[in-house]
């Protein structure tokens, strides 16, 4: 509905946005970009209604906002780098997410992405990474800190090898690298069994994958959450549940 292009300098405060036909707010190509106190509303079943798209853009920084869509309610796409997002609350929607990245084979590079403060209530996932097989480039130092959880289906997700529609994901030898990504400081709800999926490809691996002081419990106090792991490197500490792929590691954590 409303698209920002090469627009540096961008501020952006105090509006709010109502059922957009598809994305409700894009910015591309922009440097030093300040967005903050927004209020985005579309139903949670309506397809693609982002709440904010960023790509090919640098020094972003989004805060002090409510989000509740019915698809991403932040999403960084490639080119993205220097991104700050704090007190987000975000929900419905499908979370916050890195991606996706590398779709038909392309380039794409994330970095340097710092969330913070946000909360998710009743959202599909909260902090996610996805990338398609077969896309090359990487998604690397990406920090999610400080995130309340309630009742959300996928808290912490990684998705290395996300693949939906007609493309030949399995015969795929290449993958978007992602490394260097660290979860900390997340309580709260799951509204599934699996609380954390880090499920990366054979090919790369996610590396250096941190969890830290997580606790995630069911929505339904008897049931228990899990953890599933494939091909990720790194560490974790303090999280519940545990994650078994990843090393207790012998130093303390900052
Ligand atoms: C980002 O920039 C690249 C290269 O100029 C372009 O191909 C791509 O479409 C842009 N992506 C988005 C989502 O605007
Ligand atoms: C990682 O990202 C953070 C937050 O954007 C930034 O402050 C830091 O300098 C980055 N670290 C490296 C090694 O680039
Ligand atoms: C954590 O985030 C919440 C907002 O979700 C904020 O109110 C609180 O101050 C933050 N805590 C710390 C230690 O920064
Ligand atoms: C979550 O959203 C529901 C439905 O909108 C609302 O009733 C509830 O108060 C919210 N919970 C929190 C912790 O924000
Ligand atoms: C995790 O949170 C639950 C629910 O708030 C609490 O009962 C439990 O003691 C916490 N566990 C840890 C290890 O902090």
Redesign the pocket.
């Given at each position: 509905a409303l698209q920002f292009h090469r627009c540096d300098h961008l501020r952006l405060s105090g509006l709010t946005h109502i059922n957009s036909p598809r994305s409700h707010i894009g910015i591309g190509t922009s440097n030093d970009v300040d967005i903050s106190h927004l209020t985005i509303i579309a139903p949670d079943e309506s397809p693609n209604t982002d709440g904010i798209n960023v790509a090919n853009s640098t020094y972003v920084y989004i805060h002090d906002s409510k989000i509740g869509t019915g698809d991403d309610c932040i999403a960084l796409s490639t080119g993205s780098s220097?991104v700050?997002i704090a007190k987000i609350a975000c929900g419905p929607g499908h979370g916050i997410s890195v991606g996706s990245l590398g779709e038909d084979g392309a380039y794409a590079a994330v970095e340097?992405?710092?969330v913070r403060d946000c909360s998710f209530n009743g959202t599909q996932n909260g902090a996610r990474i996805k990338t398609w097989p077969g896309g090359s480039g990487y998604a690397r130092?990406i920090?999610f800190e400080n995130i309340t959880l309630t009742a959300t289906k996928n808290p912490i997700i990684i998705d290395q090898q996300y693949c939906n529609g007609a493309h030949d994901c399995a015969k795929q030898s290449k993958a978007v690298l992602v490394s260097n990504v660290r979860f900390t400081g997340f309580r709260g709800t799951c509204g599934n069994e699996e609380a954390i999926k880090l499920d990366c490809n054979r090919i790369s691996g996610c590396q250096n994958i941190e969890l830290v002081k997580i606790n995630i419990t069911s929505t339904v106090p008897s049931k228990k959450v899990y953890a599933s792991c494939n091909n990720a490197k790194g560490n974790s500490g303090s999280t519940v549940p545990t994650v078994s792929c990843l090393k207790y590691p012998t130093r303390p954590f900052i």
């Open positions: 220097n700050r340097n992405v710092y130092n920090t």
